[in-house]
């Protein structure tokens, strides 16, 4: 089984690691997306439990990379190059000062949006990236308010391409769809 827990809100900490760790425990492939990770510092998720954040997802898009290698990595590159001796301290300090002033706007105002116009469902594909080796996300617990809107519009990308896991706010209100199938068919007989 394959499940991904968006905890964007960090607001139910011990039920997303307590499910997290039964999950993985059962075997499991489980995937925390968070939208911080400074605020999951204090806290230990078991052994083999990815936790990742959907900016960390998002940069993995090839678009994203070229941009990242554009506007920091060959700059970077460069000053390691020329900045030796002497001139060392102001080439760090030209660095800064082009990734802090340039390199940051352009990111925000140009590749940004130009990214997002362009693949609006690059996010909710990489998302589902690392469940496609094994077969496909299963199921995608929501298991916060804030997570609310964003599992919305990753399952509203994913509809298009036929991708529709099993959805819940937690493991206790999971219900299996062969299980689902026959409540459907037994409620359907009762009429």
């Known amino acids: 089984m394959q499940v991904l827990f968006l905890a964007l809100g960090a607001s139910r900490k011990r039920a997303v690691l307590d499910e997290s760790a039964e999950l993985r425990a059962s075997g499991a492939q489980v995937i925390v997306v968070v939208d911080k990770k400074k605020s999951w510092l ?29 506007l920091y990595r060959v ?31 352009l990111h925000r105002k140009v590749f940004v949006p130009a990214h997002r116009r362009l693949w609006p469902d690059a996010q909710a594909r990489m998302v589902l990236a690392p469940f496609a ?3 496909g996300l299963d199921l995608l617990v929501v298991s916060d308010a804030l997570s609310v809107p964003r599992a919305v519009r990753l399952l509203d990308a994913w509809a298009t391409d036929g991708i529709k896991p099993r959805v819940c ?5 999971d219900v299996p769809s062969g299980t689902q199938q026959a409540r459907t068919a037994t409620t359907q007989g009762q009429r």
């Open 42 to 70: 204090s806290q230990e998720f078991a052994p083999g439990v990815v936790v990742t954040t959907l900016k960390e997802l998002e940069a993995r898009h090839l678009p994203r990379r070229m941009e990242h290698a554009l």
């Open 75 to 105: 700059p970077r590159a460069t000053v390691r190059a020329v900045g030796r001796g002497p001139l060392r301290g102001r080439a760090r300090r030209g660095l800064k000062a082009y990734e802090r002033g340039l390199a940051a706007k």
């Open 133 to 135: 080796a094994r077969g």
């Open 169 to 173: 706010y937690g493991l206790d209100y």
